[in-house]
């Protein structure tokens, strides 16, 4: 905190730390952006498994039901068999994707600087 700066912008609720912990995960930014990119706002689920190597099955599932319980994405169910299952950008999922585009075009843009990063010890990249 600097000299001066208003204590109250900063509290535990405010508007950064909230987004930041709505990102918390890499893979919300990432289902953001693949459904809407890749998708057009609607895929089945292991359609979005295999759009998002590295992802585990349970880790997606984990991620879909936050997801849901935020209001990014509804859940619907096909009466067929197998049942099929969707998941579908909300509204409110839609407005969360432009900030996702917009650091996602600059990492993009900008991978040298991606590259001058120190490695971070729970990195895979190699």
Same mark, same amino acid.
């Not at 987004?19 to 895929?43: D, E, Q, Y």
């Not at 120190?118 to 990249?125: I, L």
């Given at each position: 905190?600097?000299?001066?700066?208003?204590?109250?912008?900063?509290?535990?609720?405010?508007?950064?730390?909230?987004?930041?912990?709505?990102?918390?995960?890499?893979?919300?930014?990432?289902?953001?952006?693949?459904?809407?990119?890749?998708?057009?706002?609607?895929?089945?689920?292991?359609?979005?498994?295999?759009?998002?190597?590295?992802?585990?099955?349970?880790?997606?599932?984990?991620?879909?039901?936050?997801?849901?319980? &935020?209001? $990014?994405? #509804? !859940?619907?169910?096909?009466? @067929?068999?197998?049942?099929?299952?969707?998941? /579908?950008? &909300?509204? $409110?999922? #839609? !407005?969360?994707?432009?900030? @996702?585009?917009?650091?996602?075009?600059?990492? /993009?843009?900008?991978?040298?600087?991606?590259?001058?990063?120190?490695?971070?010890?729970?990195?895979?990249?190699?």
């Amino acid at each position: 905190m600097r000299p001066g700066s208003n204590d109250e912008e900063w509290r535990e609720d405010c508007a950064p730390r909230r987004v930041l912990a709505l990102f918390a995960t890499k893979w919300t930014s990432m289902i953001l952006h693949v459904l809407h990119a890749r998708h057009g706002g609607t895929a089945r689920s292991g359609v979005l498994h295999r759009s998002l190597p590295g992802i585990s099955k349970k880790m997606l599932t984990q991620t879909l039901r936050d997801m849901e319980e &935020t209001g $990014l994405l #509804t !859940r619907h169910i096909h009466s @067929v068999v197998p049942p099929a299952v969707e998941y /579908r950008l &909300t509204p $409110l999922g #839609t !407005r969360f994707v432009e900030p @996702v585009e917009l650091l996602y075009t600059w990492a /993009r843009q900008n991978p040298d600087a991606l590259n001058q990063l120190g490695d971070r010890p729970t990195a895979r990249r190699v």
